[in-house]
């Protein structure tokens, strides 16, 4: 056997070339090991509790709740720089349009006589508030349709009509078809444990039967969902995003297979939309399915998958700069402490170009455009001259060359948001949008079937798009199950659109 060194070669340049490679290839997996030790070990966001965040622990959410500090206002900070004891944040009324019930607490009959023997009279009163919630009431609705018969006659008996209903035969009315898909999709609750919600009150309902109302009422409600891919479309700005899904009884697939769930949102500022589609595939026939007739600037990640769509004429394709921070973000951490690196220069310039979009964030289309040409063009451009020199000075197997690769290859959709006041920075809403899918995913964990999986896409598009029009989803549920059924024409059905009804109530 020969010798180790015996097989290295002879050629000097051919040698040093080896020798790059391997200290490249060792500080790749250097990296890679320093990135996975934070992740595991480091100090993570939900350690600064956020009392709006999804994450918190359900067993110490409690604990962790009571030690928040609420956020001060900027008339408040000089204050609690002086008194650093903790302080309850400002108590927030109660919303006026909640039905009140007035309780009158009077003195009692012996303490209305004073002791100079004359009576106390009213001069005036102290009012406060308490909320109170009543638990869920579940009750019968007997429908009694009388039946009519002429006695002088022999004409046949006429039985009163009984009102369309969204599944007939069913004993699911509208208001538990709304507070199953409210609970299901907008609560992130297994259809189990509404099974068990239900049988705490004496009413048995197999989960499969629940399931099966819940896909029908997404069949039913297709029409409204047409309407708002319409609508989706009649702006020329929109976000697309996709997650993954486990789907256990796909004809033909195993089940531990991948699907997708598709987000797309948009539509006009003041009537934005949200639609899910299920996809058994990630390839890009499924962009071009679902955009298929779009014009206008599509904003995604830098997945290939939507080559074709932007490729197409009179699509104009966007890339997202929080994709291209987190990469530095990565390279930072990676970074030896206590020095300042080539990531922490790059991210000094993109956090000065979110700097920018925070200042811009109540300005007009027009004026956030001028802006951009002002304030954030020199930017980008000093940005774009530390790329140059910056990229060929890096190993592209690290994290800094991997974030510099992805700045580089990116760059021309990156840059397009400066084109037009209108026009996002990054992808955030439709991450956004996609994030109570992924939540409610940790619950429910998979689609059983595919129709589940269709279902689940429908009725999140829903729910997420009356949510982003200001509705309460359950009120709107029922308001619209209610009257679905009767809707025969297109102007019926967009009466019922969030951004058409009027506005609705839970109660």
Not at 98 to 118: D, K, Q, S
Not at 355 to 381: C, F, H, N, Y
């Amino acid at each position: 056997m020969k010798d180790g060194a015996d097989s290295l070669p002879n050629d000097p340049v051919l040698l040093k070339q080896m020798l790059l490679l391997a200290q490249g290839k060792v500080t790749q997996l250097q990296e890679q090991n320093a990135l996975l030790l934070q992740r595991l070990f480091g100090r993570k966001s939900e350690q600064t509790v956020d009392p709006d965040s999804p994450q918190l622990s359900l067993l110490n959410e409690a604990e962790a709740l009571l030690d928040v500090v609420p956020k001060a206002s900027a008339e408040e900070a000089d204050e609690e720089v002086v008194a650093p004891t903790r302080r309850r944040g400002k108590r927030k009324p109660l919303p006026a349009e909640l039905p009140r019930v007035e309780v009158i607490h009077e003195l009692p009959e012996h303490e209305l006589r004073c002791t100079c023997g004359a009576c106390k009279q009213v001069i005036g009163e102290e009012t406060s508030e308490q909320l109170e919630i009543i638990p869920m009431q579940v009750r019968v609705i007997r429908h009694i349709r009388k039946t009519y018969a002429c006695k002088a006659c022999e004409t046949a008996p006429v039985t009163a009509d009984k009102p369309a209903q969204l599944i007939e035969k069913s004993l699911a009315s509208p208001s538990v078809l709304a507070m199953l898909l409210t609970t299901k999709y907008a609560d992130g609750i297994p259809l189990y444990r509404f099974e068990k919600m239900l049988s705490r009150h004496g009413v048995d309902i197999p989960r499969q039967t629940l399931a099966r109302w819940v896909i029908q009422c997404g069949e039913q409600l297709q029409p409204l969902l047409n309407l708002m891919r319409d609508k989706l479309f009649e702006y020329p700005v929109l976000h697309c995003d996709e997650t993954r899904l486990q789907v256990l009884h796909e004809p033909g697939r195993d089940p531990t297979a991948q699907s997708w769930m598709w987000v797309q949102t948009g539509g006009p500022p003041d009537k934005p939309v949200i639609l899910f589609d299920y996809s058994t595939s990630r390839a890009q026939e499924v962009p071009l399915r679902l955009l298929d007739g779009y014009r206008g600037y599509l904003m995604t990640d830098d997945y290939a998958g939507y080559n074709a769509v932007a490729a197409q004429d009179g699509v104009e394709r966007l890339a997202c700069w929080a994709h291209a921070r987190r990469k530095f973000v990565d390279a930072q951490k990676v970074q030896p402490k206590g020095k300042t690196g080539r990531a922490d220069m790059a991210l000094n310039l993109i956090n000065k170009l979110y700097g920018i979009e925070r200042d811009l964030k109540e300005a007009s289309d027009s004026e956030r455009l001028a802006a951009r040409q002002q304030r954030s063009q020199p930017i980008l451009e000093q940005l774009n001259v530390w790329l140059d020199k910056t990229q060929s000075q890096v190993a592209g197997q690290t994290a800094l060359g991997k974030a510099v690769n992805y700045l580089a290859s990116n760059w021309s959709r990156l840059v397009r948001y400066v084109e037009g006041g209108q026009l996002p920075i990054d992808n955030n809403r439709a991450e956004n949008a996609i994030r109570p899918f992924v939540i409610g995913r940790k619950n429910w964990l998979f689609s059983d079937t595919p129709k589940g999986a269709t279902a689940s896409a429908q009725i999140y598009s829903l729910i997420e798009t009356a949510k982003a029009n200001g509705r309460e989803p359950y009120a709107w549920l029922r308001y619209i199950l209610e009257r679905l059924p009767a809707a025969s024409s297109v102007e019926s059905y967009e009466a019922l659109l969030p951004w058409n009804c009027m506005p609705i109530t839970a109660s």
